[in-house]
Every structure is written in C-alpha cells, then in structure tokens.
C-alpha cells in the first residue's frame, strides 16, 4: 500500500532519484526518461478523458491503471524478487497486451479499410488520441532504447507498441468511426 504524508523529500536535490528498489540513479537516466515518459503519456489518456464517455471511458480508464502498471514495472531494474523485497516487483502480463489486441479488433471492426494517411484531428476526442498515440510511441522508443542498455520485462514493450495502434484505431472511432477522419492529401499544398 502506498502512503504519501510528505509530497516533497529534498532527496533529489542533487540530481538523483530512487528506483523501486532502492538505488539511486541519475534523473537523466535512461530507465527514468522512459518511465516518465509513460507517466506523460498516462496525463495525455487524462486529457482524452474529459471527451470520452461509456466504453471508450471505461476502456481509457483500464489503460490508465496500465500505465501505472507499466511505470512500477519500468522502475524495478531487476526482474526477481529481491531478497530483501517484501513484494515481488510489478510486471506487466502478456494478459494486458492481449487485452488490447481483442479491443483493437473489435473497434477495427467497425471501421472501413484506410484509403489514405490520416491527419491528426477531427473531433477533440480524436485529436487527443492522437495526441496520446504519439506520446506512447515516443515512450516505446525510449523503452526500447532502455532495453539494449539493461533488463526490460519484454511485455513492457510489446504493451507500449499495441497502446500506439490502440489509440490510432481509437481515433477513428472517436470520428464518427473514422467518416469524419482528416484524410492527408499528398502535395496538397504546393
């Protein structure tokens, strides 16, 4: 259980920050970008919320608890139990990947097939998906990073990289189921 009577400690003053187990790293590092990344991603679901209702609520709600999930796995370099751990370290489950894989099929189903690159936009709950969408990418692409550097539980990754088309296939949804898409026009502009 958590408990937070002090929100301020002084303890990363000096440019340093606790991991879940204990040690201490720079607040530059590598696990600390990605994992911060995450929590950047997990206020942008936020945003997308005020605009949801129902099941696509519901649905960003779940990945919002993911998304701690994801960031207490992210913290914990090492992937075993420490001896000196009470609890074991929270790992993200290939149960939650395949969660979002049977979401993504079902909303996908409701959809026509792309004829054309789609713009970020159309409705507010549409862009902010999108505003999600590339946040998480970003937050894959660290954790990837991450992974040739040190243990990341491989379904860490693969969350990160189905949330992304989670979210694109959400925001077509979230355009009327995709009628109302912003659809690229290539050299429009010219």
Request: aromatic share 6%.
């Amino acid at each position: 259980m958590v408990v937070l009577n002090k929100i301020y400690t002084k303890t990363g003053d000096a440019g340093e920050t606790a991991l879940g187990n204990g040690s201490r790293v720079a607040k530059y590092s590598m696990r600390v970008t990605s994992y911060g990344t995450v929590d950047e991603c997990n206020a942008t679901v936020g945003l997308a919320r005020l605009h949801a209702v129902g099941l696509m609520d519901a649905q960003l709600a779940m990945i919002q608890n993911d998304l701690f999930d994801l960031g207490a796995d992210l913290c914990r370099p090492d992937m075993d139990k420490d001896a000196e751990s009470e609890y074991p370290p929270l790992r993200m489950a290939p149960a939650q990947v395949l969660r979002l894989e049977g979401e993504i099929d079902a909303m996908n189903n409701a959809l026509e097939p792309l004829r054309s690159f789609i713009l970020p936009g159309g409705s507010a709950l549409a862009a902010h998906l999108h505003l999600c969408r590339t946040v998480s990418r970003r937050a894959e692409r660290l954790t990837v990073e991450l992974a040739t550097m040190e243990n990341v539980n491989p379904a860490a990754v693969q969350y990160l990289n189905r949330l992304s088309d989670w979210f694109f296939v959400a925001s077509r949804i979230a355009n009327n189921d995709g009628k109302d898409d912003v659809l690229w026009v290539p050299g429009a502009n010219r």
